[in-house]
């Protein structure tokens, strides 16, 4: 934290953003976009279509315009000689599910083929037999299935795609403000917010414990200083990073005598 604000009676300190919500949107952006844009790019308008090109010969067609701005893509399925359906069982040991997917294939010269995905079991196979009998009959087109997503799903995976990046937009106008104000003899923190102050609480002066100059040394031998203010309670309220030990040393006596509590300094090393 640092003074952002200072008078003869008042000192107001404030945090940035808080680190570790910032830590966890990045987690959730990088865990959940990925399979959320995955699920925007399958959802779209779809539609099974076959089409006889001569008395002999029908082809089959599924269409798909994705929701994104992006191509739209067609498979063909050429010369269909039959449809059938297929039943993919997937198991999982370890959380003892079984899923089921249904499909409608397509027998072309090219060999038997997925074409189209169903709900269930006997969608699948009314879809087949609709297609067996357009192969059988004469009519020029027939419209085999179409599939579109809802407003609902829209919304719900719209949200879902956006909520990282309004937790980490949250968080990043998300901080801690510490107001000393030695005209009412107390302490007030706050955690401002887009949507107001939030989570406020008073302390008295008499709550502090002491004023403390800390020295670490980390292993390349660097040597960092912070000034630290303790509740009676032994919780720590504040937390100043000081660039230098005379800076810290500065910043401490000014909060010691504002607070009226001793200073504690780093011990002098022989």
Same mark, same amino acid.
């Given at each position: ?107 072309? #010269? ?6 189209? %995905?169903? =709900?269930? !079991?006997? +969608? @699948?196979?009314?879809? &087949? ?103 009676? #309670? ?6 100043? %990073?000081? =660039?230098? !030990?005379? +800076? @810290?040393?500065?910043? &401490? ?18």
């Amino acid at each position: 934290m640092k003074c952002v604000k200072e008078s003869p009676s008042k000192r107001v300190y404030q945090a940035a953003y808080q680190r570790q919500a910032s830590c966890l949107g990045g987690l959730l952006t990088f865990m959940i976009l990925p399979s959320l844009a995955l699920v925007w790019f399958s959802l779209g308008d779809r539609h099974f279509t076959c089409f006889r090109v001569d008395q002999s010969a029908v082809n089959c067609e599924v269409f798909f315009k994705p929701l994104l701005p992006l191509p739209s893509t067609t498979k063909l399925y050429k010369d269909v000689r039959e449809a059938g359906t297929k039943t993919e069982i997937t198991t999982d040991p370890t959380e003892g599910t079984t899923d089921y997917d249904y499909y409608v294939t397509l027998k072309t #010269s090219a060999g038997e083929q997925v074409a189209w %995905s169903a =709900s269930s !079991e006997r +969608e @699948a196979q009314e879809l &087949a037999r609709r297609v067996q009998s357009f192969v059988n009959g004469t009519e020029s087109q027939l419209l085999v299935d179409s599939s579109k997503p809802s407003v609902d799903i829209i919304i719900f995976f719209s949200l879902l795609f956006l909520s990282p990046g309004i937790f980490l937009l949250i968080s990043a106008l998300w901080c801690r403000r510490v107001t000393l104000d030695s005209s009412l003899y107390q302490i007030q923190e706050e955690y401002l917010t887009p949507f107001g102050s939030r989570g406020q609480k008073t302390y008295s002066f008499r709550d502090v414990q002491q004023v403390t100059v800390q020295a670490r040394t980390d292993s390349d031998g660097d040597t960092s200083f912070s000034v630290e203010v303790t509740l009676q #309670s032994q919780k720590p309220l504040l937390s100043i %990073s000081s =660039s230098g !030990e005379s +800076e @810290a040393r500065a910043e &401490a006596e000014k909060l010691g005598q504002l607070l009226g509590r001793p200073v504690i300094l780093p011990e002098a090393k022989s």
